[in-house]
């Protein structure tokens, strides 16, 4: 018998090419050959990557996000849904592995809307697994339809630039996990203003949730670097250079994943630290790195509801409701177009 995980087939439509395989060496490079070196993080989130990452947030009993996030999720979905209008479409940025989602489109369906769902991610075999899960969960009793985008932030942008004169209901930008805590507040805000500058003619919002946590040992604890489910997690996006590379671009023992709090930014920070200097050639361009060297891996931003509405504010958008797990460190907002339009 065969040992290949089971993986639906569900129709994906596959928005563009900025995660395929050339692009990604090209921004390697780039990212590398930069005064300040920036692992891309779509070299992070890959099957095998979501799938290790899964683990360290299942396994790890200090890693609070998730738990606050679902907590809030439990207790004000029904609310939370009253601010998704009937026909909306709903764009989930980053879906991975839809549990939360399933919260907020059982009580859309509860509430008898008609909703297309759209679910965006990278990892192909999680994005076919979870759509297919929402259809067989939603389609018998009907209202919400599913569908699968393929892609990456970035191709989601241009694609909507696309889709922009056929649009006429309500969008809904779903963006749960801190995902956009990954950015630094700068690039949030500038994703986001791409995202509402996508000129489509219809309504758009955003339902979005951020870690606020400002206690730092409690920080340390969570995303401990030392944790070998985060150090696989790390790892893998050396070793899927590597396999993206076809060569030996990062060897495991010339490298040493580390993490700090940095209060100045409110965030934590991942790193790949060179055990020694090194050098290496990827398309023809020559990398270096002196020994001790960092290379940052990914970041978790922890933002309170005041600096949510900063961002927020630079992207045209105003922070209408937020809601707030018990211990008041986990936020999930609703975020509109500013009806006097200015920044
Ligand atoms: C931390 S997980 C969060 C998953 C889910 N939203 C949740 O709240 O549990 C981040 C997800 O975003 C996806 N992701 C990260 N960067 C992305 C990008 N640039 N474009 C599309 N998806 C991305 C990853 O594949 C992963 O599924």
Known sequence: MSSQPF???????RLSSNAETSNLQAKLRDTLTSKVKIFPSELLWDDLGLTKFEAFRTLTSDYYP???????????????SQSIPMKASIIELGSGNIEKTTLLLSAL??????????????????????VHTLDIKFQQRGGISCHGLLGTYDDLVLWLHKQQHGVVSPVIFLWLGNSIGNYCSRDAAALLTRIVSSEMTCELRFIIGVDGCQNISQIERCYDAKNP?????????????????????????DWVCTGCYESTESTWKYFYVAQEDLE?????????????????????????????????????LVVRNAWKDTDDIYGVYLVCQNPSGKL
């Open 66 to 80: 998730a738990r606050n996030e679902t907590q809030i999720l439990i207790k004000y979905a029904d609310i939370i």
């Open 7 to 13: 993986t639906p087939k569900v129709h994906l439509t």
């Open 229 to 253: 489910l985060m150090q696989a997690f790390l790892t893998n996006g050396l070793r899927h250079a590597n396999r993206l590379a076809e060569m030996s671009l990062f060897r495991d023992e």
């Open 280 to 316: 290496m050639d990827l398309l023809g361009t020559s990398i270096k790195f002196v020994k001790d060297e960092r290379m940052l891996a990914i970041s978790s931003a922890k933002w309170t509801e005041y600096d949510i509405a900063s961002i927020v504010r630079k992207a045209g």
């Open 109 to 130: 369906q509860k509430q008898e809307k008609t909703i297309d769902y759209y679910a965006l991610d990278m990892s192909s075999d999680e994005l076919s697994t979870s």
